[in-house]
């Protein structure tokens, strides 16, 4: 006989039928339908013309720019000019203590003075005794000894010349003077600091008008910036323009100066110059910048809702809405009326251009008059059935509808 259950296990038992029909009855619940029609809005496509400037990070750059460093030693003695102003080229800078140099000039000069007197002495002798040694006055070796010291003297006098021109360079190297026209930065020295010849830096000088504006581009883009730089009359206005760091527009236009000579073979990228005309000083060494390109395609593009476009791995694709027949559920399966149509997303890979503002512009892969999705992308896939009931048309001016 089988043995028979006590209350607890029975409790326990029948806990556990209870549990088990539960759950069998959750599993057998109506599942969702499969590929439900997925509302979205829809965009139709069309062409017009376009204004935009392509945008590259860039950098401000001096054409030319020199650090100043002392050719003498001493103690800066004077400082001429104002930090962060405009000097002209020749404008005195700094003083070094010339006290030193103008004494070893005037001593090189009376030294001059000397070995010329020395000259002019054996010149006289050197004169006498070539004309006693033409009546065999004098011994020969008297009048050898002669021209050999009027040889020495003139030698003293060419050495002596010398020491004054070198005594005259450093007495001029006391001063430094601007070596162009240009924009002076803070001053490494005080008055009474010790420099070094060719060590101690006093400051930093560079040109300030006009002012380089460097950005790096692909290579593929290199033989559209090398026909723009032969071009040299440009029919489009502003082609070159640059933003400053508070977005504000540079009010001056600018031109291609250079093209670097080889390209980055680990970045595939080459640098551009600009140079742009700074004649009230708005632009300084080092800002960041963004330089605008003007577009020259001519004729309409393909402009579309950013929002449309979905990238993936590197790639752009967008939705576009077509119609299908598909079998109808409601209708028998011998009936005539079994193929409906059918509003289904279909998925083509499309190449953009320029973003504009929170448009973007179709190279190629779309047609003028296709619809595309623009509401609603995140939730399709490709060959989804989508449905424009009850939406309202979006924000980029598209409407809803089939």
Known sequence: MPEKLNPMKRVL??????????????CKKKQPPVNPEVPVNLYKVTAKPVLYYDQYPSTTAALSQVTLLPQVQGAVTGIFFTEGSHVKKGQKLYEIDRRIYQDSYDAAVANRKVTEGTLTQAQQDADRYEYLNKYNAVAKQLYDHAVITLQNARSQVKSADQAVKTAKTNLSYAVVYAPFDGTIGFSQVKLGNVVTANSTVLNTISTDNPMAVDFVINEKQLPRFEKLQQNKHQDTDSLFTILLSDNSLYPVNGKIAVIDRAVNSQTGTITIRLVFNNPQGLLRVGMSCVVRVHNQEAGPQLLVPGKAVVEQMGEYFVYTAQDSLMNNPKAG???????????????????????????????????????????????????????????????AGGKGGR
């Open 333 to 395: 399966a011998d009936s005539a009326k079994n193929k409906i149509k059918k509003l289904v997303a279909v998925q083509k890979k499309v190449q953009v251009g320029q973003t504009i503002g929170a448009n973007m512009i179709i190279k190629s892969g779309l047609n003028k008059g296709e619809r595309i999705v623009v509401d609603g992308v995140q939730l399709l896939h490709d060959g989804s059935q989508i449905t424009t009931a009850n939406k309202v048309g979006p924000s």
């Open 13 to 26: 038992l029948l806990t556990t039928i209870f549990i088990s029909v539960m759950i069998l009855a959750a």
